[in-house]
Antibody, heavy 120, light 105 residues
Framework: QVQLQESGPGLVKPSETLSLTCSVSGASISSYYWSWSRQPPGKGLEWIGYFHNSGTNYNPSLKSRVTISVDTSKNQFSLKLSSVTAADTAVYFC???????????????WGKGTTVTVSS | DIQMTQSPSSLSASVGDRVTITCRASQSISSYLNWYQQKPGKAPKLLIYAASSLQSGVPSRFSGSGSGTDFTLTISSLQPEDFAIYYCQQSYSPAFGQGTRLEIK
């Protein structure tokens, strides 16, 4: 059974870098599309991006500030979001993305989410 | 950017009702469309992928259809556990719709 668990600071100061880790159990991190999404309080979901061994893909609105990377030795992947503001306050979800063909990308296993607040 | 518009934004229905939620893309996305269900305080759950394929373990009362720009999620007979928020997500240039809140009438 595949399980994902987010971890990282719950409070980040404005202008600093948000860093989160997702630990994966039950699946090899060397394949799939390892993904991040977020949900501001009371709002809808926003896709952040994914890492795949063929490359990364990021939301254009966040691309200049986002890095998603994988640590195969630890079976983890991570999210870094730089220059954060209060607008980056959200619940952050990691997810496993699967595909059965080009452009057919869907997130079939999710972590429970972790709340990150941006405040001084 | 491809814009995804869901309708309605909220919907009231009763147990046993047949419900349809629509998602429209601002340009053709073939069948690159997924549907998720989210309950309060929980992570989203994948229901339908590639417009019409039912995710393993999801009840057969859920179905998806459509291609190009117009897609629908149908729940054939609402159960109490189906009251939630539903999101479409296009995977051509990944993005979510704004969500449809399904409430008990």
């Amino acid at each position: 059974q595949v399980q994902l668990q987010e971890s990282g600071p719950g409070l980040v100061k404005p202008s600093e870098t948000l860093s989160l880790t997702c630990s994966v159990s039950g699946a090899s991190i060397s394949s799939y599309y390892w993904s991040w999404s977020r949900q501001p309080p009371g709002k809808g979901l926003e896709w952040i991006g994914y890492f795949h061994n063929s490359g990364t893909n990021y939301n254009p609105s966040l691309k200049s500030r986002v890095t998603i990377s994988v640590d195969t030795s630890k079976n983890q992947f991570s999210l870094k979001l730089s220059s954060v503001t209060a607008a980056d306050t959200a619940v952050y979800f990691c997810a496993r993305g699967s595909s059965h063909g080009y452009y057919y990308y869907y997130m079939d296993v999710w972590g429970k989410g972790t709340t990150v607040t941006v405040s001084s | 950017d491809i814009q995804m518009t869901q309708s309605p934004s909220s919907l009231s229905a009763s147990v046993g009702d047949r419900v349809t939620i629509t998602c429209r893309a601002s340009q053709s996305i073939s069948s690159y469309l997924n549907w998720y269900q989210q309950k309060p305080g929980k992570a989203p759950k994948l229901l339908i992928y590639a417009a019409s394929s039912l995710q393993s373990g999801v009840p057969s009362r859920f179905s998806g259809s459509g291609s190009g720009t117009d897609f629908t999620l149908t729940i054939s007979s609402l159960q109490p556990e189906d009251f939630a928020i539903y999101y479409c997500q296009q995977s051509y240039s990944p993005a979510f719709g704004q969500g449809t809140r399904l409430e008990i009438k």
